[in-house]
């Protein structure tokens, strides 16, 4: 991009700059102008504060205006998907989900970034630049055509007065997957007899809504060893008697907690928000749900959120680590934006260190920041005295990670917006089909999906 500079505005620029710490912003436009962003609503008001600011501070900076559009996450999803298909688009789009950004490069109705992200890619961790690494079916290559910016893992989230009240110590949680996840079961029944009828075990989210289930599902086929479904050259290993198991077990166990019990019935028509909700009504004493939103929720209640227990992924049965699968949401321009360039000046001065990692901490860090080196020279990120914080920024930055699969490949996108392997489950679970057999049908599904999306480039 070629850079039109004002030299009282650069001049005014560097001295704001100096002033604050920050590193000076782009000023792309010889004349003020305005691009569009839509964001998904944060869990916290803090988060939509923060990025007013952020807008703000770079009007302040550049001239240029970033008018803010905040939309609830699921409704923003239908919302980009209808503007890149008419066409009538905004500026800047938030990915709200995983599958938006792979399908939309590769249809070629995204922008290459490259630009953008080249300015700081020094300073991403390679986890999240791999997975915002598209590829452009119509011009056949890969390019950035999403810019990093927020991480997330998953975390298991634990009431402990109810671990205690149930006859258990917290101190106790095992830190091997089985002996984690059973150590749960025997509490229901200890609760319940108190009580607590409609209190279970876990909040697992087992329905084909939404991009909690995906989370879900990945990190119990993992656990098992099916981590190589894909791999970075792009390719599905369906045939793989490792991946096949672990696909079974994962279908076998999610589907069980049903059956017996374990979880709410109502489990099986949750949208993302639901398992939330139900953890908050004390409807589950355990659950699996990405970021901090369940803990930043109850932040202005003490007693409450002192109360929950922050827990990565336990090690694997054997007592080895299992990678946490992190996923990067970030920021893309549509073709047909009409203020592309102020857009990516904006995402520029944004991603600056500095200024992202402010604008997450206003955020109260429900996202984690995406560069790990820089994280680990802040101590509001490499050492919190928050357990919340500490345990997630420790999954997240500095644990042991692989990224989504979307960036391997997009035919794993069309594959997660299909739901294929919640469908599954769900007929484990709802109509006592056999957990291989569906993990055969679903593997079968998908080795037909990448056959669609083959990558030469």
């Not at 869990?43 to 550049?62: C, G, H, N, R, T």
């Not at 059956?259 to 099986?268: C, K, M, R, W």
Request: with cysteine.
């Amino acid at each position: 991009m070629n850079n039109l500079t004002r030299r009282s505005v650069l001049r005014a620029s560097l001295a704001a700059a100096a002033a604050s710490g920050f590193a000076r912003p782009y000023i792309a436009n010889a004349q003020a102008k305005t691009a569009s962003l839509w964001l998904a609503q944060g869990f916290v008001p803090e988060e939509d504060v923060a990025i007013k600011k952020l807008a703000a501070d770079y009007a302040k900076q550049s001239g240029n205006q970033i008018d803010v559009s905040i939309v609830p996450f699921a409704p923003l999803r239908d919302k980009e998907v209808s503007a890149v298909t008419s066409g009538v688009v905004p500026d800047i789009m938030e990915t709200a989900d995983f599958d938006f950004a792979p399908l939309q490069s590769w249809a070629g109705r995204l922008e290459d970034v490259s630009d953008v992200v080249e300015t700081q890619k020094a300073q991403f961790s390679e986890v999240c630049l791999v997975q915002n690494n598209f590829y452009d079916n119509v011009i056949k290559r890969r390019a950035y055509y999403c810019v990093p910016w927020k991480a997330a893992a998953v975390p298991f989230h634990v009431w402990k007065s109810l671990v205690e009240k149930g006859g258990a110590k917290v101190s106790d949680i095992p830190n091997t997957w089985t002996a984690y996840l059973d150590f749960f079961k025997p509490l229901q029944k200890k609760l319940q007899a108190q009580g607590m009828r409609h209190t279970y075990s876990y909040g697992w989210e087992i329905s084909t809504v939404g991009v909690d289930p995906i989370n879900t599902f990945n990190a119990f086929m993992i656990a098992y060893g099916g981590k190589d479904l894909v791999t970075p050259d792009g390719k599905a290993h369906v045939d793989d008697p490792q991946v096949k198991q672990a696909v079974a077990k994962a279908m076998a166990r999610l589907a069980a907690d049903f059956t017996e019990g374990y979880v709410p019935h109502s489990v099986v028509n949750w949208n993302d928000a639901d398992d939330n909700n139900a953890f908050h009504s004390k409807l589950c004493v355990m659950d699996f749900d990405g970021s901090l939103s369940t803990e930043l929720a109850l932040i202005h209640n003490k007693e409450a959120y002192d109360d929950i227990l922050t827990h990565g992924i336990p090690n694997d049965d054997a007592g080895k680590p299992i990678p946490a699968q992190v996923a990067t949401f970030g920021c893309v321009i549509p073709k047909g934006a009409k203020n592309g360039a102020v857009a990516r000046d904006f995402l520029k001065y944004a991603i600056q260190p500095e200024v992202l990692s402010s604008y997450l901490k206003g955020g109260l860090g429900r996202w984690a920041l995406p560069m790990t080196d820089y994280a680990k020279k802040d101590p509001w990120w490499g050492n919190t005295d928050d357990p919340h914080k500490r345990e997630y920024f420790q999954e997240t930055i500095f644990g042991e990670t692989i990224p989504i699969y979307e960036g391997y490949s997009p035919a794993i996108a069309q594959a997660n917006a299909e739901h294929v392997f919640q469908i599954g489950i769900a007929n484990v679970a709802t109509h006592s089909a056999h957990p291989e057999q569906e993990a055969e049908k679903a593997l079968k599904r998908i080795g037909e999906i990448f056959a669609k999306y083959p990558i030469t480039a």
